[in-house]
């Protein structure tokens, strides 16, 4: 459903970068349909100190990062944790990227149109980063499809691309899990097969 949305990038140029894990299943779906070349990009959350699935940031390749200031402090982190765990990000980012890619170079973005694919999107902040990461390779336009999305997240991301597809936009997301009808998890063997 999502690649029907994107056909007029079909067999266009662009490049497809899907968010690991679970953005490379819709990812490949929709290069597949659109006749359109896949790549990817690990993005890791930064959690709080005290509630580790609360991400109030988020890490992209090279030390790129996006952190919620106020959603931070809230959540009782200081800059220290903030620093650490982009560190840490950022070793673990490193080597999913090598064992996702093996010897394969990453596809050159600069001057292309990308579109950015990720399961869906709840904050928005693994997103964010990754469009802050694409903007570093010079890519010539930045698209962002997603199958769901809060009218939230939606209204933050939308001025930062060219164009964004997204599907289902509930006003309450618990979980992206909830718009699937299967929502395993995604293994690294399934990522390097893609």
Same mark, same amino acid.
């Given at each position: 459903?999502?690649?029907?949305?994107?056909?007029?990038?079909?067999?266009?140029?662009?490049?497809?970068?899907?968010?690991?894990?679970?953005?490379?299943?819709?990812?490949?779906?929709?290069?597949?349909?659109?006749?359109? %070349? *896949? $790549?990817?990009?690990?993005?890791?959350? /930064?959690?709080?100190?005290?509630?580790?699935?609360?991400? !109030?940031?988020?890490? @992209?390749?090279?030390?790129?990062?996006?952190?919620?200031?106020?959603?931070?402090?809230?959540?009782?982190?200081?800059?220290?944790?903030?620093?650490?765990?982009?560190?840490?990000?950022?070793?673990?980012?490193?080597?999913?990227?090598?064992?996702?890619?093996?010897?394969?170079? %990453? *596809? $050159?973005?600069?001057?292309?149109?990308? /579109?950015?694919?990720?399961?869906?999107?709840?904050?928005? !902040?693994?997103?964010? @980063?990754?469009?802050?990461?694409?903007?570093?390779?010079?890519?010539?336009?930045?698209?962002?499809?997603?199958?769901?999305?809060?009218?939230?997240?939606?209204?933050?991301?939308?001025?930062?691309?060219?164009?964004?597809?997204?599907?289902?936009?509930?006003?309450?997301?618990?979980?992206?899990?909830?718009?699937?009808?299967?929502?395993?998890?995604?293994?690294?063997?399934?990522?390097?097969?893609?």
């Amino acid at each position: 459903m999502l690649a029907e949305k994107l056909s007029s990038y079909r067999a266009s140029g662009a490049i497809v970068v899907g968010l690991a894990r679970g953005g490379m299943v819709t990812g490949f779906a929709v290069a597949h349909a659109l006749a359109l %070349p *896949l $790549d990817v990009v690990v993005i890791k959350k /930064i959690g709080s100190p005290f509630e580790p699935e609360l991400a !109030i940031g988020a890490v @992209a390749p090279d030390k790129i990062s996006v952190i919620d200031w106020r959603m931070a402090h809230r959540a009782g982190a200081d800059e220290e944790h903030i620093n650490e765990a982009i560190s840490h990000q950022s070793s673990a980012i490193r080597e999913k990227t090598f064992l996702y890619r093996k010897s394969k170079k %990453p *596809l $050159d973005l600069k001057n292309k149109t990308v /579109i950015l694919v990720d399961d869906g999107a709840a904050t928005g !902040i693994t997103m964010e @980063a990754a469009i802050k990461w694409v903007r570093t390779k010079d890519a010539k336009n930045i698209i962002v499809a997603l199958p769901v999305a809060p009218p939230d997240t939606v209204a933050r991301i939308k001025p930062e691309v060219k164009d964004m597809v997204v599907l289902e936009t509930p006003e309450r997301l618990n979980s992206v899990g909830q718009f699937y009808q299967s929502f395993e998890q995604v293994e690294d063997a399934e990522v390097i097969r893609l």
